[in-house]
């Protein structure tokens, strides 16, 4: 069974406190791990793909990098609207495989 | 905007009840999935199909069915309501089948079972 996990659960942030989120993750074979991010009360809005080992992706303050066995979400100098919950979620390779998410982490950025 | 719509946005329900969520994809993308959200849990996937077909089944309960129609849009049937499949339901779509690629989220569908 693949599994996802996600640390912290929640994170309060400075303005300007640079810090990372971890996603750790148990599957056989990857075909990608997806970073999304979701406000409450609303759908999970895409942010990166990564697809191997040693991949890295950036996206305004935010650079998403993957092992193989983790994933990491950088937030650089995070200002007060990047307050979300963060998602991670992989998916196997192989056919049509179904993606797991993680439970997120919460990421609060106080002024 | 992600171009995903579901409808409606809110729904209540007395338990034994019958539902119906809709939802229609963007614009070109044949794939859609179905997630339930519960309080405090992760997205749970339900199921996904491409251009009419399933192709994978998560954990969906018996007592619910989705479909897939000719102009792309989907159904997901919930049926004898309990109060635990009170959830928000999520439906996203995709230009491809197997993944692999983003996926973009509706707004989705909150259920209360009362």
């Known amino acids: 069974e693949d599994q996802v996990t996600q640390s912290p659960e929640a994170l309060r942030l400075q303005e300007g406190e640079s810090s990372s989120l971890n996603c750790s993750y148990t599957?056989?074979?990857?075909?990608?791990l997806f970073w999304y991010r979701q406000d409450p009360g609303k759908g999970p809005e895409f942010l990166f793909t990564?697809?191997?080992a040693g991949e890295e992706k950036e996206k305004e303050r935010l650079k998403a990098t993957l092992t193989k066995k983790e994933s990491f979400l950088h937030i650089t100098a995070p200002k007060p609207e990047d307050s979300a919950t963060y998602l991670c979620?992989?998916?196997?390779?192989?056919?049509?495989?179904?993606?797991?998410f993680g439970i997120g982490t919460k990421l609060q950025v106080i002024p | 905007d992600s171009g995903v719509t579901q409808t409606p946005k809110h729904l209540i329900t007395a338990t034994g009840q019958r539902v119906t969520l809709r939802c229609s994809p963007r614009?070109?993308?044949?794939?859609v999935y179905w997630y339930q959200q519960s309080l405090d849990q992760g997205l749970q996937f339900l199921i996904q199909?491409?251009?009419?077909?399933?192709?994978a089944k998560g954990n969906i309960l018996e007592r619910f069915s989705a479909q897939q129609f000719p102009d792309l849009h989907s159904e997901l049937n919930l049926s004898s309501l309990e109060l635990g499949d009170s959830a928000l339901y999520f439906c996203?779509?995709?230009?491809?089948?197997?993944?692999?690629?983003?996926?973009?989220f509706g707004q989705g569908t909150r259920l209360t079972v009362v």
């Open positions: 996203a779509s995709s230009v491809v089948g197997r993944g692999g690629t983003e996926a973009f």
């Open positions: 614009s070109g993308d044949l794939s």
């Open positions: 990564l697809y191997s």
């Open positions: 599957v056989s074979g990857l075909r990608g």
């Open positions: 979620a992989v998916q196997p390779s192989g056919g049509y495989q179904k993606v797991t």
């Open positions: 199909y491409y251009n009419g077909e399933e192709r």
